[in-house]
Structures are given as C-alpha cells and as structure tokens.
C-alpha cells in the first residue's frame, strides 16, 4: 500500500524541518517547499524526504508547480503544514515601511491559502475514512499567541498571524464537506533558527520565560509534536486553533 504523502512548507529548518521528522517517522512520505530548501545541508534532511523544492509561497503557479511533481513520485498529497514564515519589523505602526509590511501580510497570509489551495485542488477522489465521513486530507496551519492580544510594535506579525487563525476557521467551514480538517497551532516563543538569531541580536527572553507558567521556550519538536497530532489523529477536531505556548496566553495579567 502506498505510503500517505504530506508537504511542508517551511520545512528546511526549525518547527518544519521537525515535523518533517515527525511525519517520516509515522510512515509518510514528504515533501518540502521552502525559499531555501536546496540550500539546506542534505545531511541534516532526515532519512525518506523525497523532495526538496526551492519555492516562494506566494507564488501559486510555483506551488502548484511543485506539488504536482512531488505527486508524480509520491501520489497526491493529502496532508499539509503551513509553517513558513518571515520575520516582522518590530518597529512601532508609523514607522512601518508599506512594502516590508505587505511582504509579511503575503507570506504569512496568501502563502497560506495559496499552499492549502494547492493541496485540496489535487486531492484524490478517495481517501481514508473518519468516523461518517470520509476524510480526504487535513491541514495544519501556523499562527502565533500573538493573534490573541495586543503587542506593541506587532501591527504587521500579529496581524497576519490573526488573519492566519481566521483563514483556518474559514477554510475548516468551507472544506468541511469534502472531508478535509483545517486546524492551527499558536506558538509561543519557541527556540527556532529565527529566535536563536534574535537572541544573537540581543533580544532577552527572560523575560517571556518569567512570565510562561512552564518557565522555559518551547523546542521545535514539542511543536512539531502538537501540530502531528491535529494533522494525523484528532480526526474530530477542526477549525481549531492550539495554543502551544507553556501556558502564556492562560495568564490574565
């Protein structure tokens, strides 16, 4: 029987680059659209990823390009992680640049919907079986516990990612009927590539530790471990969004 064949965007590093790990060892197949994937030391691509793909996700005629090559090798795909994404200015709402502040609306925002377009557009007539209904796919998408609140200086990354959660509710309602879960997962600071250079640049997290009720940043696998489990077996469960985040959004001051 052929393996089930899933893609992640985002996946040459951090938080997808360990659900890659995470779906290979479950017995997918996987495949990975990034900006940089062949740029990433093959070395560090865990054993069984059948395709790396350098792909901006915004592009569609790209993405769907993409993926319908890694379905000539794997079949169709039927699993999806949106976790690409790009860093905000951290700059306070008047003193945004309009073109770095649509850049981050369109990767987070259109990257997501062009990717989850381009899945459920070659979904197979078939699929597995969920309870009544047969389920034909799931998608996962990546949002942030900045969605949740007011941030400071986060007019251009918390907004998307709040659009990020609201596409999910959309998308969860519309697909519905053709078997297909869409859920999300709000991560709290997690210690990726892209916090590390924060980090280097001087960005002090002790502060975000003080006040998670856990008292650490969540790992990369821990992440990967939440949005595995809304991809591949809360098959009850969409139009949900997690928050991944050591308790930091149940805090109420």
């Not at 892209?194 to 009720?213: H, K, L, S």
């Amino acid at each position: 029987m052929p393996r089930e064949h899933a893609v992640v965007t985002g996946g040459g590093s951090g938080i997808g680059l360990a659900v890659v790990r995470r779906l290979i060892n479950r017995g997918l197949a996987v495949t990975i659209l990034d900006i940089r994937a062949t740029a990433t030391n093959v070395d560090d691509l865990p054993e069984g990823t059948l395709q790396a793909f350098d792909v901006d996700v915004t592009r569609e005629p790209d993405v769907r390009a993409a993926l319908a090559t890694a379905a000539r090798t794997a079949g169709a795909p039927t699993r999806l992680v949106t976790s690409h994404g790009i860093r905000g200015q951290y700059k306070p709402a008047l003193e945004l640049d309009l073109d770095a502040y649509r850049r981050v609306l369109d990767v987070h925002l259109v990257g997501t919907l062009v990717a989850a377009r381009a899945l459920v557009a070659g979904l197979p007539e078939d699929g597995a079986r969920s309870g009544d209904r047969p389920e034909r796919g799931s998608i996962v998408t990546v949002s942030s516990t900045t969605a949740y609140r007011g941030w400071a200086d986060q007019a251009d990354y918390g907004a998307a990612k709040a659009a990020v959660m609201q596409l999910t509710q959309n998308l969860a309602i519309e697909w519905a009927p053709l078997g297909i879960r869409v859920n999300s997962v709000a991560p709290g600071h997690t210690l990726t590539p892209m916090v590390q250079e924060m980090i280097d640049q001087g960005y002090d997290v002790t502060a975000t530790q003080a006040r998670t009720p856990l008292g650490r940043l969540c790992s990369p696998d821990e992440m990967a471990a939440a949005i595995e489990f809304l991809l591949l077996d809360a098959t009850f469960s969409t139009g949900v969004c997690m928050p991944v985040d050591g308790g930091w959004t149940a805090v109420g001051k």
